[in-house]
């Protein structure tokens, strides 16, 4: 029986993803703003945790599960309990939506929802306890991620200062170029990117450490605080600058999750935690901002993206 984790089907960097899921996206997020459903530090502080904790689905999917059932601790589509778990629905179960490309959603259910089948074998530890705290270490997402940054044209330098200095991300000046890599075998093939952005990292911090920057730093790029060469990529929202607070929050909300769901100890933490404490309510932020630059950070550590595509004219 295979028990490795199921595959998000909305694992997609936004490049390419049908007009309809990214209205649905943007309409989820609206929802959010009408109804200060996680305005309150408690409910918020409660989503984070959560989406930090279901590992096995991507953060936005796993805010959406949250949504509608908050206690829920394994989720997979019908066909998929029965193929690989030999369990069934249990008549009258309420469906979990979630989203998927060209779908726009699909229908997942809760493990409590479920019944065994008389050749069901025993439930996988991740099905029984999905929470259980982990030890995390950086592997390749350190290097994988800065070689998927330069596809947007993010230049990344690692350099030596003192122990209170991270790192920091801006616009790069002059006309320099990278070579992001098309395909690798059987023949190299390279497109030529525009250094858009220069981001600096501590080589003095641990691997940990000089990580949890990265995501950070892009964390700010992708939520769209610095701007955006196409807003098809993402969003253009550099009229926040003005309320540092909201993009500190909304950075170091994705900074959290991305690290987290690796078992990562990362100081945004300590950051939300102290802001949450302060404060009653959260900033304004995007819900749809902070999980959509983590599901597309998260990705960047696992594979090769590919290059993006111009808008067409």
Same mark, same amino acid.
């Given at each position: 029986?295979?028990?490795?984790?199921?595959?998000?089907?909305?694992?997609?960097?936004?490049?390419?993803?049908?007009?309809?899921?990214?209205?649905? @996206?943007?309409?989820?997020?609206?929802?959010?703003?009408?109804?200060?459903?996680?305005?309150?530090?408690?409910?918020?502080?409660?989503?984070?945790?959560?989406?930090?904790?279901?590992?096995?689905?991507?953060?936005?999917?796993?805010?959406?599960?949250?949504?509608?059932?908050?206690?829920?601790?394994?989720?997979?589509?019908?066909?998929?309990?029965?193929?690989?778990? @030999?369990?069934?629905?249990?008549?009258?179960?309420?469906?979990?939506?979630?989203?998927?490309?060209?779908?726009?959603?699909?229908?997942?259910?809760?493990?409590?929802?479920?019944?065994?089948?008389?050749?069901?074998?025993?439930?996988?530890?991740?099905?029984?306890?999905?929470?259980?705290?982990?030890?995390?270490?950086?592997?390749?997402?350190?290097?994988?991620?800065?070689?998927?940054?330069?596809?947007?044209?993010?230049?990344?330098?690692?350099?030596?200062?003192?122990?209170?200095?991270?790192?920091?991300?801006?616009?790069? @000046?002059?006309?320099?170029?990278?070579?992001?890599?098309?395909?690798l075998n059987p023949k190299p093939e390279f497109v030529e990117v525009?250094? @858009?952005?220069?981001?600096?990292?501590?080589?003095?911090?641990?691997?940990?450490?000089?990580?949890?920057?990265?995501?950070?730093?892009?964390?700010?790029?992708?939520?769209?605080?610095?701007?955006?060469?196409?807003?098809?990529?993402?969003?253009?929202?550099?009229?926040?600058?003005?309320?540092?607070?909201?993009?500190?929050?909304?950075?170091?909300?994705?900074?959290?999750?991305?690290?987290?769901?690796?078992?990562?100890?990362?100081?945004?933490?300590?950051?939300?935690?102290?802001?949450?404490?302060?404060?009653?309510?959260?900033?304004?932020?995007?819900?749809?901002?902070?999980?959509?630059?983590?599901?597309?950070?998260?990705k960047m550590g696992r594979e090769r993206l590919k290059p993006r595509?111009?808008?067409?004219?």
């Open positions: 029986m295979k028990t490795e984790n199921p595959k998000d089907p909305f694992l997609d960097d936004g490049a390419d993803v049908e007009l309809d899921v990214a209205t649905a @996206r943007r309409g989820l997020d609206e929802l959010f703003s009408l109804t200060h459903q996680y305005k309150t530090a408690e409910s918020y502080n409660s989503l984070l945790k959560f989406v930090a904790n279901f590992r096995f689905y991507a953060p936005f999917n796993a805010m959406l599960v949250h949504i509608q059932m908050p206690g829920a601790r394994y989720v997979c589509s019908p066909s998929r309990w029965l193929d690989e778990f @030999r369990r069934q629905i249990k008549p009258g179960a309420r469906p979990l939506v979630i989203l998927q490309p060209m779908g726009p959603v699909m229908f997942v259910f809760d493990v409590a929802d479920t019944l065994p089948l008389p050749d069901a074998p025993p439930l996988p530890k991740e099905v029984e306890n999905p929470f259980e705290v982990r030890a995390g270490k950086v592997d390749k997402q350190l290097e994988k991620t800065m070689g998927n940054a330069e596809r947007d044209g993010v230049s990344v330098t690692i350099q030596h200062a003192g122990s209170q200095s991270a790192g920091q991300i801006g616009n790069a @000046r002059g006309g320099r170029f990278l070579d992001y890599p098309v395909r525009l250094v @858009r952005y220069e981001l600096l990292l501590n080589g003095n911090h641990s691997r940990e450490a000089q990580y949890a920057t990265l995501v950070h730093e892009l964390a700010h790029l992708y939520c769209g605080h610095i701007g955006s060469p196409n807003p098809q990529w993402w969003p253009d929202r550099r009229h926040l600058n003005r309320d540092t607070d909201l993009c500190e929050f909304e950075a170091e909300s994705v900074c959290y999750l991305v690290c987290r769901r690796l078992g990562i100890d990362n100081p945004s933490d300590e950051y939300l935690a102290g802001y949450l404490k302060e404060h009653t309510e959260v900033p304004p932020i995007s819900l749809e901002a902070v999980m959509v630059a983590a599901n597309l950070i998260e595509k111009e808008s067409k004219k």
